[in-house]
Nanobody, 124 residues
Framework: QVQLVESGGGLVQAGDSLRLSCVASGRTFRLYNMGWFRQAPGKERELVAGISWSGGSPYYAESVKGRFTISRDNTKSTVYLQMNSLKPGDTAVYYC?????????????????WGQGTQVTVSS
């Protein structure tokens, strides 16, 4: 079955950087769109960044454009989220997610598999 394991979260100060990693197993990684979601206390889960199976035209939420970069390494079955210029508003649990089906377009409602999450806390 699909397994997603995130790492890289932590407590940082505003302006710092973090890189999240997510190792996927159970399916042929290179065939699937991947995404990073986050959920802050009292808020709904939101798609922060997504990358297609082909690696082209990544998606970013407006709130993170210019600060976050999503990438993937198919040889390592790993997707990354580089987060720069972090703000207190970025504090949340970050989840890696994998698309239900291979290939296809990048859409928030198609993600069906989730990791356990990693906490990111940004202090002011």
């Amino acid at each position: 079955q699909v397994q997603l394991v995130e790492s890289g979260g932590g407590l940082v100060q505003a302006g710092d950087s973090l890189r999240l990693s997510c190792v996927a197993s159970g399916r042929t990684f290179r065939l699937y769109n991947m995404g990073w979601f986050r959920q802050a206390p009292g808020k709904e889960r939101e798609l922060v960044a997504g990358i297609s199976w082909s690696g082209g035209s990544p998606y970013y939420a407006e709130s993170v454009k210019g600060r976050f970069t999503i990438s993937r390494d198919n040889t390592k079955s790993t997707v990354y989220l580089q987060m720069n210029s972090l703000k207190p508003g970025d504090t949340a649990v970050y989840y890696c997610a994998e698309d239900r089906n291979p290939y296809g377009s990048l859409r928030e409602d198609k993600f069906a598999y989730w990791g356990q999450g990693t906490q990111v806390t940004v202090s002011s």
